[in-house]
C-alpha cells in the first residue's frame, strides 16, 4: 500500500509542473451489491441505494487527456430480502468506505470523457442491521475493497459536470472461511470543478 500512494505522489508531482491542475467537489447517487458466496453456494444480495460525496483533484496532461484523483465517502452494501410464509425480512449491510479513485481521463469531444482506473477503497465501518431490530450490530470485515471501473463524464460548462462510473469489486471483503464477498457498485453524481 505505501508503494502504491508513493507511485502516486511521484506521478502527480511530475505532471504537475508542466501541467495545469484543478480541483473540485462532487455528490451523488450510488447503488450497491455485494457478490456473496458461502461454501460455494451465490447468495443473492438486492441492491441498496445510497450516497456518495467527495473532493476530487484533476491534472491536465495534454488537450484530450487527464489524471484525476480524489477521496470520496459512502455507505456501500446490500439488502437481502428473505420472504417466507408468515413475513419478510430484510437485513441491510453496510460499508463505510472511504475511496481514493485514481483515473485517466480521455476527451472524445469537449463536452464529453470517457474513463478508466482504479477504485481503492477502506471499509472502515461494516454494520448489519435487520428490520425487526432498531440497532445495528457491527462485523468484521476486511478493510481493502480494490474496485477497478470505467466511466463516463459530461461537462455542461467549464466548471458543471456529470458523472457515472460502473466499478466492479475484486477484493474479498469477507473474513470467514468459504466466503468471498465483492462489492460492486454504480456511481451517478454531479460536480463542480473550481
Do not use: C
Request: glycine share 8%; hydrophobic share 40%; charged share 20%.
Amino acid at each position: 500500500m505505501r508503494k502504491l500512494f508513493t507511485v502516486t505522489f511521484i506521478i502527480i508531482t511530475a505532471t504537475a509542473t508542466n501541467a495545469q491542475m484543478r480541483t473540485g467537489i462532487k455528490a451523488g447517487y450510488a447503488m450497491s451489491t455485494i457478490w456473496l458466496k458461502v461454501d460455494g453456494i451465490k447468495i443473492h444480495q438486492d441492491v441498496r441505494s445510497t450516497y456518495y460525496i467527495g473532493l476530487l483533484s484533476e491534472i491536465t496532461i495534454n488537450k484530450t487527456s487527464a489524471f484525476q484523483f480524489g477521496l470520496t465517502y459512502s455507505p456501500l452494501g446490500s439488502k437481502q430480502t428473505i420472504k417466507s410464509f408468515r413475513k419478510k425480512t430484510t437485513t441491510i449491510i453496510s460499508l463505510g468506505t472511504i475511496s481514493i479513485p485514481l483515473f485517466l481521463k480521455y476527451h472524445t469531444t469537449e463536452k464529453f470523457a470517457l474513463s478508466g482506473g482504479m477504485n481503492v477503497g477502506f471499509n472502515f465501518l461494516t454494520k448489519l442491521k435487520e428490520d425487526y431490530h432498531d440497532e445495528w450490530y457491527y462485523v468484521k470485515g476486511k478493510i481493502l475493497n480494490l474496485a477497478p471501473f470505467v466511466g463516463l463524464e459530461y461537462n455542461f460548462s467549464h466548471h458543471l459536470f456529470m458523472e457515472a462510473r460502473l466499478n466492479l469489486g475484486i477484493s474479498n471483503i469477507s473474513k470467514e472461511e468459504k466466503t468471498t464477498a465483492r462489492n460492486n457498485f454504480i456511481l451517478l453524481g454531479v460536480g463542480y470543478k473550481f
